[in-house]
């Protein structure tokens, strides 16, 4: 199918007309469709790594077997970015040329290269009618714009960027198993744009825009960069690993802030740089903590690959109530090598009392005809009482672990009509719970000398590891 519509310079800049307006924003991911239809097929172990926590951006899904980012792959029913191609350019009078010809022309009818090494060293604009790479033939390509109506490799070839290198093929584009295009050095080389359909079952490196369908079937099949296409299926083992495209500016040095929530809440932090182009970038996150981290929704394994946005808020969960080091190493060539790292800080979200009476007749006053059977009993008269607590964070969820001196308990004993007959002050109690299901109980440290209604409070409460001086952090 032929489109018609506005050029893409190779300077790599889209024509204003377009949504993208640059290669990193059409591939803003490893995976997506810029078609209004278009489906997302993965069957028998394939993968994606490098996409938005596992979402990808497809109209629809079919069969969806595959992992991206070691999680279920799920699509958000949203096209991807896209820009109108130019009317694909033919040109007539060309010579054939196969291993020992000349190299230097711009207009070739067809190029058929086996057993041989040949670099096609012409500058400006190339035409070729037919490619075919076979048995060990290997291409090199100078930097510049290669039209080509049928581009195929078969049996071990090999089709090499010398620099920056942009193919446009008109119709059949197809890498068979043990063939590669581009290097996995420099991906960043090499542009394809497909005006109809492409098969990868060899390695691709680099970044391809398909208009129709591309389909990956072979486990060699492997994209190390990006792809955009109308439909994508893959199988057989088959994976893309994202290669943000680089930024041209040099790599950046974000800043990363701290963060504090409640625990199975949200801490918020953000990675901060000076730069409109780069928006996201991708990390090997790890932590020093002993339970489970999720970042915007998606659980996060120690030493997993992540990406990030930058200048925007990112949300951290923990299940565990404690402080801990985040660790986020750079894996991407806009972001400077190293690690960058922040504390997370996560805090009960209260402490409860766990008490077994339903109604003591709370404003109205305890009636024994009305409350006996509601109100239990807790201990003698001129006897210590039992108490127990337990903590709980976001949601009303028990935390599986958390320990803390709590002191300024105050215990008050109340008459039937609810006033104050006499009130103390708790002795320091050393708060320790270890599983959801367990609380912690305590005897009172002064005997109850009355039959009398037991109000406990327990003031503010700050996490021992969340104090900064006199202050609490949250």
Known sequence: MRLMGCMLAFSLLFSANTVAQSVDELFPYAAQSHASDGELVMKNNSTIFGTDNGRLNFAKAGELKGRCDNQDCRITGKTGP??????????????????????????????????????????????????????KGVLYLEEGTYWIEELELKNNTQLIPKGKVTIYVGDDFK???????????????????????????????????????????????????????????MNSQSSINYVPYPSGEEPLEPSI?????YVYGNATIRLSAESKSVLKAKFIASHSGSGMLTIDGEDVAKGEKVILPLNQDILVSYDRAEQVELDLLADDDNIAAGNYKTELTFVPRQLKWVNNSTDCGAEAGFN??????????????GQPIPLTLQAYGEGNRPLTDYSATIEGIEITELNASLGSVAEFDQAAVDFSQ????????????????????????????CAPYAKQGDDCLL
């Open 434 to 461: 270890t599983s959801e299901s367990q609380f912690y109980s305590f005897d009172s440290s002064q005997a109850i000398t009355h039959v009398a209604l037991i109000q406990a409070s327990v003031p503010s409460h």
């Open 368 to 381: 024994y005809d009305d409350h006996k059977q509601s109100c239990q009993p807790l201990a003698k008269a």
């Open 175 to 233: 890498i068979d198993p043990n063939s590669t295009v581009g290097t996995n050095e420099t991906p960043e080389n090499l542009i394809v744009f497909v005006y109809d359909d492409a098969e990868i079952k060899g390695a691709f490196y680099g970044y391809i825009y398909v208009h129709e369908d591309l389909k990956m079937d072979s486990a060699h099949a492997k994209v190390n960069g990006a792809v955009n296409a109308g439909k994508l299926e």
């Open 82 to 135: 896209s820009f109108t191609l130019s009317e694909f350019k033919e040109k007539e009078n060309g010579d054939d040329a196969d291993c020992g010809s000349d190299f230097s022309r711009n207009r070739y009818d067809e190029i058929k290269l086996k057993d041989c090494t040949e670099t096609l060293s012409v500058q400006g604009e190339v035409f070729i009618e037919t490619l075919k790479l076979e048995n």
């Open 257 to 261: 802030s701290s963060g504090i929530g």
